[in-house]
């Protein structure tokens, strides 16, 4: 059979026209996250080993925690760094609360002797060199959980208010140093970690978590409108409840457990009392561990398994590649 010259010519320019369709988003895929820069701030769920170097490697402790994480492998944004093929500035520190000058705070972050840099602190600490990241750098926020958990365990007399307006200038001191591009992750259902698990009643916990999120969306909106950035937030209490109505679905088989045993009643929702350090000696009170931590959420009674961490990541790349990728693309 003779193929009209013309028809051939047809096919291969509509071909070579799929093809260099299918190069050009490739690479506008790649364009947009090659050589993408990630700088996170937060606590112990983003710290990869700053706590620890600050500690000569003693918080967390060694043996059931890795290299100075909070969990048994690398977190969220280790595994997002390796996803979008990123480079990642890690800036968080385990125990952080979002602002160390809290009035009226009776708690000061500390461990040992060692006082941990606050959200806030870490930001401004950042700033001096911030010329020296690229305008499409994210800047990434996990913040808040501690100052939840010393509310609810010690009382702290400070608000979702007074947190997100913290978080709020953070964000605004760095958009008015160049800053163009935030990924705020709001907080998880706190009451539902294995910490509190004895505990009768947590709606004050629930409430004051809740409050919590809905500003943060209210305040990322507006941060958007009135400045030239780009924020959006991802939603792991969302995310968090999904998998814990169904997870067997997300590979848990046990998803209110911790995977560790903890050598003293830390669960025993009377016994919690922050300021008497057990949030640091959690983890010298490991002293056993479950054969199978991929099938658990909870590493210790307040941190997810680095299979939680992965999950994560991938939900939170999934996010930033699909619906976002395109007003991204206009800053
Ligand atoms: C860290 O450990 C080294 C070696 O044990 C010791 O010389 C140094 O004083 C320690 N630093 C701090 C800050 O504890
Ligand atoms: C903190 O410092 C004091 C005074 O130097 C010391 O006596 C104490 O043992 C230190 N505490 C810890 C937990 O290292
Ligand atoms: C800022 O840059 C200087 C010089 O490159 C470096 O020594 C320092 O560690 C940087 N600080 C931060 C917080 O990244
Ligand atoms: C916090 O307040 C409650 C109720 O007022 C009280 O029972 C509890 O002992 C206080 N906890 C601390 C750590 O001060
Ligand atoms: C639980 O605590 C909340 C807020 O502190 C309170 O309003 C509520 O009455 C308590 N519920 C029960 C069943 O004790
Ligand atoms: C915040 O916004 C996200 C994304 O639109 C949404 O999924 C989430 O339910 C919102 N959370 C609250 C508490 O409003
Ligand atoms: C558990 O804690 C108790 C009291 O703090 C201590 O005496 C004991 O040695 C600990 N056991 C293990 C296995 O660490
Ligand atoms: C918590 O521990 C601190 C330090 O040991 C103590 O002063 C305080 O009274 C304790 N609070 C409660 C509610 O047990």
Not at 78 to 90: C, I, P, Q, R, V
Not at 229 to 240: C, M, Q, R, S
Not at 275 to 280: A, M, P, R, T, V
Request: with cysteine; proline share 4%.
């Amino acid at each position: 059979m003779k193929v009209p010259i013309s028809t051939l010519i047809v096919v291969l320019l509509v071909s070579g026209f799929i093809i260099a369709t299918v190069v050009s988003i490739f690479s506008l895929h790649k364009k947009n996250w090659l050589n993408f820069n990630i700088v996170a701030f937060g606590d112990s769920l983003t710290d990869n080993g700053n706590l620890w170097r600050m500690t000569n490697g003693t918080i967390p402790p060694g043996g059931y925690y890795f290299q100075g994480r909070w969990t048994n492998g690398f977190v969220w944004v280790e595994f997002l760094e390796s996803s979008l093929g990123a480079k990642l500035t890690n800036r968080a520190f385990g125990g952080a609360l979002t602002d160390n000058n809290f009035k009226n705070s009776k708690f000061q972050s500390s461990f040992a002797n060692y006082s941990v840099p606050s959200v806030k602190e870490q930001v401004e600490g950042i700033l001096p060199n911030i010329t020296k990241f690229p305008p499409q750098t994210t800047f990434t926020f996990w913040a808040g959980s501690n100052d939840y958990m010393r509310i609810f365990e010690n009382n702290l007399t400070i608000t979702p208010t007074d947190i997100i307006e913290s978080i709020q200038s953070s964000i605004s001191l760095l958009s008015s140093s160049g800053a163009r591009r935030f990924l705020l992750l709001n907080l998880p259902p706190i009451h539902r970690i294995p910490r509190y698990k004895s505990c009768r009643n947590l709606t004050l916990l629930q409430d004051l978590v809740q409050e919590h999120n809905t500003l943060l969306n209210e305040t990322i909106l507006s941060l958007s409108k009135s400045k030239r950035i780009y924020a959006e937030v991802f939603d792991v209490w969302g995310l968090t409840e999904r998998v814990l109505a169904d997870s067997q679905k997300f590979g848990f088989k046990n998803s209110v457990d911790s995977c560790s045993n903890l050598n003293n009643s830390v669960d025993s929702c009377s016994n919690l009392n922050f300021s008497k350090q057990e949030f640091y000696h959690m983890g010298a009170n490991i002293v056993k561990t479950c054969e199978n931590p991929d099938e658990y959420l909870w590493w210790d009674d307040a941190h997810p398994t680095t299979k939680a961490h992965e999950l994560f990541a991938k939900e939170i790349s999934t996010f930033l590649n699909n619906g976002q990728r395109k007003r991204l693309d206009n800053i």
